[in-house]
């Protein structure tokens, strides 16, 4: 029998922008540590694997994009292993605005204070203004960005593999790359599987060849069952291509489901949701970041002009490509 | 008396011994607990020290605790993040004890070097600090406040980019967590020298000082600094207080490991340890009346 793993996209209230108006989420404290604490026990419950912790450590301007509270990934796995057993966490981490060894101290520790249930997910973060929190002007390039996560994992893990256990001193780490220059021994414990979980979700050529390369597991965007083939199989190749056996990767597909005992309660649920999600928030303009096209001057109700649009260089592709594509084929 | 501890992680403690160390002092009346990790005490542990008051903030209700955090390797905005982060889970017991010095295992493993002593390690620590506060303080009180019925959730206007620029540092913010029940941790650190004492008291709430001299050093350098004598664990009651009145500090911070914990929450309750009501680690230190929330240096 083939097992199914599932994976939840661990917020206060819920993945859509509009769940914070909904009547039942408590909104009385932000951040909410009991709302965490509710969906993390509730998905352990329900046999999940793993919570997911999405993070970019930016301000966000604006006001259609509250959905959570940003706070560190790694401080709200330690808190929340004292409600569950079995249930990992995955925190997101951005290898261009991290150094290695701190987060590999810092992941270390967490994986004890889980007792082994901690992941990373690698990004390598997109856009400016982050790089400004972080004593840069601009961002790297998009391959700059994905060389230095390379090597970030690499650093990384050989830190680990290297790190002190209970029978063992750690030995010394010698690194001169490009983006790092590390000569050090680990001085926290070593994970108990030897390292943390290594999660990836990049969907472009380098992306996808990291993943193929360093990933235990991939959340995909996966628009259409062709795409999602297309994509599986891509991943599959390509760590075979780096000698790794292709089932040791595990591509965890991304859906964003409406629950309701019936149909007509997901589809109430969801036009509620949709209703808080819009008003007033500047939707006009979220789009035309995402989709690098200033769409102020089209008409709101009229059709996308997609003969205009540029090819996406730097946001998030795969939601660029997924929402034109769904939209056309509505259209 | 204000009594703290400095519980230092060795190579043997478990998590168990860690958070049964940790109640015991937070039973005796002890007002704060500082963890030190590897990086401050150059021996392997399993844990490092934010993360572990992630966890304690959830397995603790009064103590304050006090993560002891680079003030020179890393970046600032990600310390003035997780420091958040707990202040926000623990309700307002966080604390940042500033790591000034250079570990053995820390001076190869990132990307700035210390290359030019120990008064530019000083200086570099003294604006890390000044960096997390303005990012601390880059939202005005009542900037969050989700309002369902309207659909705001924050109002941007009163949230301000800090805009910092030194030659080492270059952080736009603002910070994108909302203030927290503190504002901000309770700053703490380590003053060893003279030197120390001129740039770390003023760039802090709570010194820890060796002896009566530095006492005075700290005291001198910022009046409005609680200075606390930092002392080991195997001396009895009396020889403790005597020490703390000959350097007129506000209170003690006594030196422990997991394994020597209980006696450091014996000798804290023998002194008469009281945390000052109030729920945050500012109140129970009365320093919530006193506490600043930034600004940059002159
Ligand atoms: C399920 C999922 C979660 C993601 N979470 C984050 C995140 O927390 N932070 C982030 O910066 N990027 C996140 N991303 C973006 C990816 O890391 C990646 O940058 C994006 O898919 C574009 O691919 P590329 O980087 O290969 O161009 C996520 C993507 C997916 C599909």
């Keep these: ?331 | 008396m204000i009594i703290t501890a400095q519980l230092a992680l060795g190579p043997d403690s478990t998590l168990d011994a860690v958070e049964s160390a940790v109640r015991g002092l937070e039973a005796a009346g002890v007002a704060a607990v500082c963890l030190l990790d590897a990086a401050d005490t150059g021996a392997a542990s399993p844990f490092e020290s934010t993360t572990l008051c992630g966890r304690l903030a959830s397995t603790t209700s009064e103590i304050g605790l006090v993560a002891a955090n680079s003030a020179l390797y890393g970046f600032p905005y990600h310390l003035a993040r997780r420091l958040a982060t707990v202040d926000h889970f623990s309700d307002g017991r966080s604390g940042w004890l500033l790591r000034t010095g250079t570990a053995a295992s820390e001076q190869s493993a990132y990307d700035w070097r210390s290359t030019r002593g120990r008064t530019a390690e000083l200086h570099r620590a003294a604006e890390y600090a000044e960096i997390a506060l303005e990012l601390w303080n880059s939202w005005e009180d009542g900037a969050q406040y989700p309002d369902k019925v309207t659909g705001d959730y924050k109002d941007d206007s009163r949230i301000h980019a800090i805009d910092y620029r030194s030659l080492a540092f270059r952080v736009e913010g603002p910070l994108d967590v909302p203030p927290s029940p503190q504002r901000r941790p309770v700053l703490f650190a380590e003053v060893g020298t003279a030197e120390e004492a001129g740039y770390l008291a003023p760039a802090v709430d709570v010194a820890l000082v060796p002896d009566a001299a530095l006492a005075e050093a700290a005291r001198e350098a910022d009046p409005t600094t609680l200075v606390l004598l930092v002392l080991p664990v195997d001396i009895p009651a009396a020889e403790a207080s005597r020490r703390r009145t000959e350097a007129a500090a506000a209170g003690v911070a006594l030196e422990c490991s997991t394994d020597t914990a209980d006696a450091a929450a014996a000798l804290a309750a023998a002194l008469g340890a009281t945390r000052a009501p109030g729920g945050t680690l500012a109140a129970a230190l009365g320093l919530a009346e006193t506490l600043t929330h930034g600004g940059r240096a002159a």
């Design chain 1, 1 to 331: 029998m083939k097992r199914m793993h599932l994976s939840l996209n661990l917020t206060e209230y819920g993945r859509h922008s509009g769940g914070w108006r909904h009547a039942v989420s408590d909104v009385s404290r932000i951040p909410n540590l009991e709302a965490y604490r509710h969906a993390v026990r509730t998905a352990e419950r329900g046999l999940f694997d793993q919570a997911f912790i999405a993070d970019t450590p930016v301000h966000n301007w604006g006001r259609s994009s509250a959905t959570t509270t940003r706070i560190d990934p790694l401080e709200i796995a330690a808190a929340l292993s004292t409600e569950t057993e079995h249930i990992a966490i995955i925190a997101t981490l951005s290898t261009s605005y991290n150094e290695p060894y701190d987060v590999a101290r810092r992941a270390a520790s967490v994986d004890t204070i889980t007792g082994g249930r901690i992941g990373i997910n690698y990004v390598a973060s997109t856009g400016d203004a982050t790089a400004r929190n972080f004593h840069r002007a601009r961002q790297l390039p998009h391959d700059e960005r994905y060389a230095r996560s390379n090597e970030f994992i690499e650093v990384a893990t050989k830190l680990w593999a290297n790190a002190p256990t209970a029978d063992r001193p750690g030995s010394r780490v010698v690194h001169h790359g490009r983006f790092f220059d590390v000569d050090a021994v680990l001085d926290v414990r070593q994970p108990m599987h030897g390292r943390p979980l290594i999660v990836q979700a990049g969907s472009s050529a380098e992306g996808r060849d990291l993943a193929a390369r360093w990933a235990d597991a991939i959340y995909a965007g996966g628009s259409t069952l062709e795409r999602a083939q297309e994509y599986y199989q891509d991943i599959k190749a390509r760590a075979a291509a780096y000698g790794r056996d292709p089932d040791s990767i595990k591509v965890l597909l991304g859906i964003a489901p409406f629950l309701g005992d019936t149909a007509e309660e997901a589809a109430e649920l969801q036009a509620v949701l949709d209703a808080n999600h819009a008003e007033g928030a500047d939707l006009v303009g979220h789009l035309s970041d995402l989709l690098e096209y200033d769409l102020r001057a089209h008409d709101p109700e009229g059709p996308l002009p997609f003969d205009l649009l540029p090819e996406v260089k730097s946001a998030s592709v795969s939601q660029a490509t997924l929402f034109t594509r769904m939209r056309a084929r509505r259209t």
